[in-house]
């Protein structure tokens, strides 16, 4: 026999309220607060391909994005916006940053920009912090901000960095960073070039594919070591554990 059991509402009630709360995530005011500039500016690396952030910094596949934080959407004088972007409009809140971050074709549809987004928050979190304080009036998110700005001169001197798939030493980090803004590191690691086949490589990607031509000192280094790491007999070719 098949016996059913029946619960009051009050009774599920207070078993609701016994219930352990489930920890919420932190908004995005409360990340922006405790946001890690110098691990933002780590982050930005992955947009370095397409983009500059210093004062007057020229602009590449995309915009300079110096007072972007707070500042006007589509509005950097002499760069070419898709209208996708121009009708989106309004300012650049930290808000909007950070759904645009999230997602861009999702926030923007029809955008040019062809990054994926950055899944977690802490992390758009802490490149609209890095972002925002390059800024003639940076704007400021809470009680952290002080700490924001010692952090950004001394981050760069703390711990080391790994590459993925890429192998340590000189013009790793620049390699990294210019090719994983549009593709993984293993498209790289698979290939066996001579320096000039690289050269020839890297400018059929930016002739045919639209990528942002390096400049000097960054091509020389990523050449360099694309030759050294990544030539003909693909001494560092990736095998399976």
Known sequence: MTMMFSMSRPAVAALVLLMPALPAQAGLDELLASADVAEGEKIFRKCKACHTVEKDGKSRSGPNLYDIVGGPVAAREGFKYSGALS?????????????????????????????????????????????????????????????????????????SEE??????????????????????????????????????????????????????????????????NYGEDRPNFPTPE
């Not at 304080?133 to 924001?148: I, L, N, V």
């Open 163 to 228: 590459f993925g798939l890429l192998v340590a030493g000189p013009g790793a980090e620049e390699t990294f960073y210019a090719c994983t803004a549009c593709h993984s590191e293993m498209i790289v690691a698979q290939q066996g070039l001579t320096r000039k086949g690289w050269e020839e490589m890297l400018d059929w990607m930016v002739e045919e594919q639209g990528m942002s031509a390096l400049e000097e000192p960054d091509l020389s280094a990523v050449l360099d070591y694309l030759a050294a």
């Open 87 to 159: 009708e989106y409009g309004g300012e650049w809140s930290p808000e909007r940053l950070d759904a645009f971050l999230e997602k861009p074709k999702d926030e923007v549809k029809g955008t040019r920009m062809s990054f994926p987004g950055l899944k977690k928050p802490e992390d758009r979190a802490a490149l609209i912090a890095y972002l925002a304080s390059h800024s003639d009036e940076p704007m400021r998110f809470g009680a952290a901000a002080a700490a924001q700005e010692a952090s950004a001169e001394t981050g760069a001197e703390a711990g």
